[in-house]
C-alpha cells in the first residue's frame, strides 16, 4: 500500500538556456552536462549558481551514447562511437576549459604525457582506455571513484589511481634521463607540488557466461549488474596479496543460451534470491586478476539475485516489461567520513516500468520497500530523503526508508525503551506530483532535480515497429538516444529545486494538524508523524556530514541548520509520543522511548495526557506505560507535591494495583501523605489485605509522625511476612542511585527499622540480597548510610553468611569478619554498646562455618577475665578458626597485628600454627606457656595420622621437661597421661624402645606390663 499526502516538495524551477537540443544530461560536482543531439559537444552549466550559468564546452572525439560523472576525481567518462567503433573515453580537468584554454591532451590508459601536463591539472586530458569487447554500461564509484565497465559478458574494474609530481618524477627518473625541455618543466614553481595526474589501472574483470549487462553500478566493493529481467549483486573483496593472476574458468565461458538455439520462446519463472541464498542462482561469476599495482586477491560473494516475468499491466505491454534505473546508494552515519570510511549502509535500487524495489545490502539483505506506480515510470532516481521518479508527463516523489536502516546502525540503542525510530517496513507514501510534457530524462544532484522534456512526434507506426518483441533474442546493442524530427514541437531542459527537508517537514506538521481535525487518532496521522520523523532523521545524517567538511562562516551555518533540525525533531518525537500514548493497545510501549528522545519532562508529558474536561476519552496505555517506567527509574529528580498527588490520582483512578510501586518511587518523596493514605485505604477495603499495601501504608504515617498506628500497622503481619513484602516491593526500603545520587540510599522507614527493629532491618536486607535486588557493597553502603557500620552491618555479614550459597560471597564475608573480631579484641574496650543480635553460641549452633570450640581453648580462655563484647568477638574469631571455611592463609597477615603476651593472643596464634600443620612447634609453644593445657590439645588434635605424634615429639618433650623439673606436677600428670596412651597404641617392643635410657624402672613399669597384658593372647 501507498499513502498519498498533499505535500509539495519541490520549490522552484528553473529552465537551463541551451541553444542546441539536449541529448543525454548528467550532473555531479555542482554541475550539469548537457551531450547535444548528435553527441559530439558537452556543455557544462553550473547547478548551484541562479539561472545555471555556463561554465564550459568542449567537444568529444565521437558521439557520446553514455556520459557519467563522478564526484571523486572530478572526472567524465563516456562510451562514444565514431566510425562504427565503440570507445571509452575518460575527461579529465575539464573545468579548466572554462578559461578558454584550447589545448587538450590526449593519451592512452596508463600512459602519461610529459611536459607541462605532468604538473597535472594545467589543461584538459582525454584517457582512451582500450576494451577487447563492446562498452555497453558504466558506473562510477561515489567512495573510491573506481570506474566499472560493463561489456557484452564481462564487467571490467578500473581502479583510479592519483599521480602526483614527486612519483611521476621517480618513475620517469627510472626510465631514463629526461630531454632538456623535459628537465626545464619539472622545475615548477611550489605551487604545483600539490598537484595530481589522474589514471586508472585495470584492476579486475568479472566473467558473466549468463548474463548481459544492460546497466551496472558500483560502490564501496558492491557491484550491480542489471539485464532485461534479471538484477544481480555481488560484494567484491580484497584479501592477501596474490601470487599470480587468475585465470578464469572454462566452465564460465561465454555460452550459446539454449533458447537462442530453439524456435521456442522460454519465460524464466519469478525468483528472489537474499544473502547465502543468492549464490544458488544460475548466474556463474569468475574473477580475472589484472592488476599490475594492485597485487590483492580479490574474492565476490552473491548477496542478491533478482529475477522477473514478464507481464502486462496498464499501459505497458508484455514487451516493454524490462528493468531500468539500477542505483547503489551508500549512507554515512553521523560518526563516519565519507572520504575515509566504508559507508555504514548500502541500498540497491531498480525498477520495472510499474514497481521499483529498495533493498538493505549491509549487515543481511533485506527488502525494505517495493513502490508500486500509479502508471508506467520511464526513470528513477534515489536519494537520502525521497525518491524521485518521472512518468512521461509527471515528476513525482516517494519517500525512503533509508535513514531508518542508517539509524538502527549508527545507534545500538534503536528499539529499545531508550530510543525508537519507525521500523524499515514502514509503508511508503507518495508527495504531490508536478506536471511536465514530454518526459525523457531525469537526474539528481542534491537538491537539484534535472529534467529532460521533449515532444513526442514519433508517428504511432513508428512506435508500434520500435517496440515490437525483443525476447526472441538475448543479444544486445547499446540504445542511443532519441533523436528529435526537424518538425518536433521543441524541448525543455530543466532544473527544479526541492525544499529544504525542513520545510517539508513543516509541512508535513501542517497537514497532520488539518488532518487531525477530523480524526485525531487515525494511523494515516501516526504514518505522517512517522514520514517526518524519517525525513528529519536523514537530515540530521546529511549536515553531520556537511558539519564535518565545512568551515568558518559555513560551518556556523550547518550548525545553525543542525539546531533547528534538532529542535524539530524534538517537537517530531513529542508528538509522535503523543499519538503512542493516545493509541490503543498495539505498539503503545512507544509512547516511552520518543518521549524520552522529546527531551520533555515528566510534568510536561502529563500536560500533554490530561483528558480535556468531559471527554469520554480516560489515559492511554501508552501514557500510563512511559508513567510506570519512568517510576521505576533509578533517578534523583522528584516530582513537585501537585504533580505527584496527581500521579497517585491517575494510578488510583486508572490502574490501582500499581499505587504501592507509585508510592514507593523515590519520584513522590514530595506526596502529600495524608491524601495518598486515604487513598491506600481504600484500596485496602476493595482490594484487601496485603503486606507491601500495609508496609506503605506505615510508612505514610511515619511521614505523618502518627507512631502508634505506625507500630499498630507494622504488628499487623509477622517478621517473615514482612520480609516477603519488602521482597515484592523493595523500595519501601531502599532506593536505588541515580543521576547526582548514583549510591543506593536508606528510605526513612529503614532508619525507623535500623532504630525500633534492627533484626527486621537485618533479615530484609539478606533476604534482598539472596533474591539479587541488592548487591553486597550497595548494602554495605546502607549501614554506612544509617549510621550503623559497625554494629548492624556486621550483623548483616553474620546473617549473610548463614543465608548465601556464593563461595565467592562466604569468602567475602569471612575475611570481613575476621576483619571486624580482630579490630574489636585490638581496641581494648568495645568501641559500641551495641549488642549483637547473634552470639557467638548461637552462629556455632546454625552456621556451619562458625565452628565449635576446640576443648583445649576453654583452659586458655579465662573466663570473666574482659568485657563481654570483647569475649564475644574472641569466641567468635576462634569459632571461625575452628571452622572449615576460612582460609588461614588469607587472615595469618591479620593475626600478625595480635600479641602472644595474652593467653587470648596466644590461642589464637596456636590455633593458626595448628590449621596449617604444625604441631610439632604447637606442642613446644603449648609446653613452654600453658602445660596444663597439652593433654587436651593431644587428645584433640593428634589423632588419626597425628597419633604417632604422641610418642615420637610428645613424650620425649615430657620427659625432658620432667627430667629437668622432677617436682612439676603438672608435667607429671602428663607424662603420665601420655605413657598410658602409649601403652594403649604400642606394642611391648615397641614401648620398651621409647623408654628413656635413664629413666626410673618402677616408674615405667606399670605402664609396661599394661602394654603387655594387652597384647597376649587371648
Not at 537462442?260 to 534470491?273: A, G, M, R, T, Y
Request: hydrophobic letters at 40%; one cysteine or more.
Amino acid at each position: 500500500m501507498v499513502h498519498v499526502y498533499n505535500c509539495h516538495p519541490f520549490a522552484s524551477q528553473q529552465i537551463v538556456q541551451v541553444e542546441q537540443e539536449p541529448g543525454l544530461v548528467c550532473c555531479g560536482g555542482g554541475a550539469l552536462f548537457v551531450v547535444t543531439t548528435g553527441g559530439c559537444k558537452v556543455e557544462v552549466y553550473n547547478l548551484e549558481t541562479e539561472g545555471c550559468p555556463l561554465i564550459c564546452r568542449f567537444a568529444s572525439m565521437g558521439t557520446v551514447r553514455r556520459i557519467q560523472h563522478s564526484s571523486i576525481g572530478d572526472y567524465l567518462v563516456t562510451i562514444e562511437e565514431k566510425n562504427s567503433a565503440t570507445y571509452l573515453r575518460v575527461y579529465t580537468n575539464w573545468r579548466h576549459q572554462a578559461e578558454e584554454k584550447s589545448r587538450v591532451g590526449v593519451r592512452l590508459l596508463g600512459h602519461l604525457l610529459r611536459g607541462a601536463s605532468v604538473w597535472g591539472g594545467v589543461q584538459m586530458e582525454i584517457i582512451e582506455i582500450p576494451l577487447s569487447e563492446h562498452p555497453v554500461s558504466l558506473a562510477c564509484c561515489a567512495v573510491t571513484g573506481d570506474l566499472l565497465v560493463g561489456c557484452e559478458n564481462t564487467l571490467v574494474l578500473f581502479a583510479l589511481r592519483r599521480h602526483t609530481q614527486q612519483n611521476l618524477q621517480n618513475q620517469q627518473n627510472l626510465q631514463g634521463s629526461w630531454s632538456n625541455s623535459e628537465q626545464s618543466c619539472s622545475q615548477t614553481p611550489g605551487r604545483t607540488q600539490d598537484l595530481s595526474v589522474l589514471d586508472f589501472e585495470r584492476s579486475v574483470i568479472l566473467h558473466l557466461s549468463k548474463l548481459t549487462p544492460k546497466q551496472v553500478a558500483l560502490c564501496g566493493g558492491y557491484v550491480a549488474v542489471q539485464a532485461e529481467l534479471e538484477v544481480l549483486v555481488l560484494k567484491l573483496e580484497a584479501t592477501a596479496e596474490a601470487t599470480g593472476v587468475e585465470e578464469p574458468s572454462d566452465s564460465f565461458k561465454s555460452e550459446d543460451y539454449p533458447e537462442e538455439q530453439s524456435d521456442f520462446l522460454l519465460v524464466p519463472k519469478h525468483q528472489e534470491l537474499l544473502g547465502d541464498r543468492a549464490g544458488a542462482c544460475d548466474v556463474p561469476v569468475s574473477v580475472e586478476q589484472t592488476g599490475l599495482e594492485d597485487r590483492r586477491r580479490y574474492t565476490l560473494s552473491y548477496l542478491l539475485f533478482r529475477r522477473f516475468t514478464p507481464e502486462f499491466f496498464q499501459g505497458c505491454s508484455v514487451e516493454e516489461t524490462q528493468l531500468h534505473s539500477l542505483q547503489l546508494h551508500p549512507v554515512f552515519t553521523s560518526k563516519q567520513s565519507a572520504s575515509a570510511d566504508e559507508p555504514a549502509c548500502m541500498f540497491c535500487f531498480f525498477s520495472l516500468p510499474n514497481a521499483g524495489y529498495l533493498y538493505s545490502l549491509r549487515g543481511g539483505v533485506e527488502a525494505l520497500s517495493t513502490y508500486q506506480y500509479p502508471e508506467k515510470v520511464l526513470q528513477a532516481v534515489l536519494t537520502d530523503h525521497l525518491l524521485h521518479v518521472i512518468t512521461r508527463n509527471a515528476l513525482q516523489s516517494f519517500t525512503v526508508r533509508c535513514a531508518a536502516a542508517a539509524a538502527r546502525v549508527e545507534d545500538p540503542y534503536i528499539d529499545t525503551t531508550m530510543k525508537a525510530c519507525p521500523p524499515c517496513s514502514l509503508e511508503v507514501c507518495a508527495l504531490r506530483m508536478q506536471l511536465f510534457i514530454g518526459l525523457r530524462t531525469l537526474c539528481v544532484y542534491g537538491r537539484h532535480v534535472v529534467l529532460l522534456s521533449t515532444a513526442d512526434t514519433e508517428a504511432p507506426e513508428e512506435a508500434e515497429r520500435h517496440t515490437q518483441r525483443r525476447g526472441l533474442s538475448r543479444r544486445w546493442t547499446i540504445s542511443s538516444p532519441k533523436e528529435t524530427s526537424p518538425v518536433g514541437h521543441g524541448w525543455n531542459l530543466y532544473v527544479v529545486d526541492t525544499v529544504p527537508p525542513i520545510t517539508l517537514y513543516q509541512e508535513m506538521v501542517e497537514y497532520r494538524q488539518r488532518y487531525a481535525e477530523t480524526n485525531p487518532q487515525g494511523l494515516s496521522l501516526r504514518h505522517l508523524l512517522s514520514e517526518a520523523h524519517l525525513l528529519l532523521r536523514s537530515s540530521l545524517l546529511e549536515s553531520s556530514e556537511h558539519r564535518q567538511a565545512s568551515e568558518g562562516a559555513r560551518k556556523m551555518a550547518v550548525q545553525k541548520q543542525m539546531e533547528e533540525l534538532e529542535e524539530a525533531f524534538r517537537q517530531n518525537c513529542a508528538q509522535l509520543g503523543d499519538s503512542f500514548s493516545r493509541g490503543g493497545q498495539k505498539d503503545y510501549h512507544l509512547a516511552l522511548p520518543y518521549y524520552r528522545m522529546s527531551g520533555l519532562s515528566v510534568t510536561e508529558v502529563m500536560s500533554r495526557n490530561r483528558p480535556l474536561p468531559g471527554s469520554p476519552h480516560s489515559y492511554g496505555p501508552g501514557f500510563l506505560f512511559y508513567l510506570k517506567n519512568y517510576l521505576l527509574e533509578e533517578t534523583d529528580q522528584s516530582l513537585s507535591q501537585e504533580d505527584a498527588d496527581e500521579v497517585t490520582r491517575i494510578f488510583s483512578q486508572s490502574e490501582p494495583s500499581m499505587l504501592v510501586s507509585v508510592c514507593a518511587s523515590p519520584c513522590m518523596m514530595n506526596v502529600d501523605p495524608a491524601a495518598t493514605l486515604q487513598i491506600l485505604q481504600r484500596l485496602e477495603k476493595t482490594a484487601g489485605e496485603a503486606v507491601p499495601l500495609t508496609i506503605t501504608m506505615a510508612t505514610m504515617m511515619l511521614r505523618l509522625g502518627n507512631m502508634a498506628q505506625y507500630t499498630e500497622l507494622m504488628e499487623r503481619h509477622s517478621e517473615m511476612l514482612l520480609v516477603y513484602g519488602f521482597i515484592e516491593e523493595p523500595r519501601l526500603l531502599l532506593h536505588a542511585g541515580g543521576g547526582k545520587r548514583p549510591q543506593v540510599c536508606p528510605t526513612a522507614l529503614a532508619g525507623q527499622l535500623a532504630d525500633s527493629q534492627p533484626g527486621l532491618l537485618v533479615a530484609a536486607m539478606v533476604a534482598l540480597h539472596e533474591n539479587n535486588k541488592v548487591q553486597l557493597e550497595p548494602a554495605d553502603h546502607v549501614f554506612k548510610e544509617l549510621g550503623c557500620e559497625s554494629s548492624l552491618q556486621v550483623d548483616f555479614w553474620e546473617a549473610m553468611l548463614m543465608a548465601s550459597s556464593q563461595d565467592a560471597v562466604i569468602q567475602e564475608l569471612l575475611f570481613r569478619l575476621a576483619s571486624v573480631y580482630i579490630d574489636r579484641l585490638t581496641a581494648g574496650e568495645s568501641p559500641t554498646q551495641h549488642k549483637s543480635l547473634k552470639s557467638a553460641d548461637d552462629l556455632i549452633s546454625c552456621c556451619s562455618h562458625y565452628g565449635a570450640l576446640y576443648p583445649w581453648l576453654t583452659i586458655l580462655n579465662p573466663a570473666h577475665a574482659s568485657s563481654y563484647q570483647h569475649q564475644e568477638a574472641l569466641h567468635k574469631l576462634q569459632s571461625l578458626l575452628c571452622g572449615p571455611s576460612l582460609s588461614i592463609g588469607n587472615v595469618a597477615p591479620l593475626l600478625e597485628s595480635l600479641s602472644e603476651e595474652t593467653l587470648w593472643g596466644f590461642s589464637l596464634h596456636l590455633l593458626c600454627a595448628t590449621r596449617r600443620g604444625q604441631y610439632g612447634r604447637s606442642i613446644e609453644r603449648l609446653l613452654d606457656r600453658c602445660p596444663q593445657a597439652i593433654i587436651a590439645y593431644a587428645n584433640h588434635q593428634l589423632q588419626d595420622k597425628h597419633m604417632a605424634l604422641w610418642w615420637q615429639k610428645l613424650l620425649p618433650e615430657l620427659c625432658s621437661r620432667t627430667r629437668a623439673a622432677a617436682d612439676n606436677g603438672v608435667l607429671l600428670g602428663a607424662l603420665k597421661e601420655t605413657l598410658v596412651v602409649v601403652a594403649m597404641e604400642t606394642s611391648p617392643a615397641e614401648f620398651l624402645e621409647l623408654l628413656p635410657d635413664d629413666g626410673s624402672a618402677s616408674y615405667f613399669l606399670p605402664h609396661l606390663l599394661t602394654c603387655a597384658q594387652r597384647h597376649l593372647p587371648a
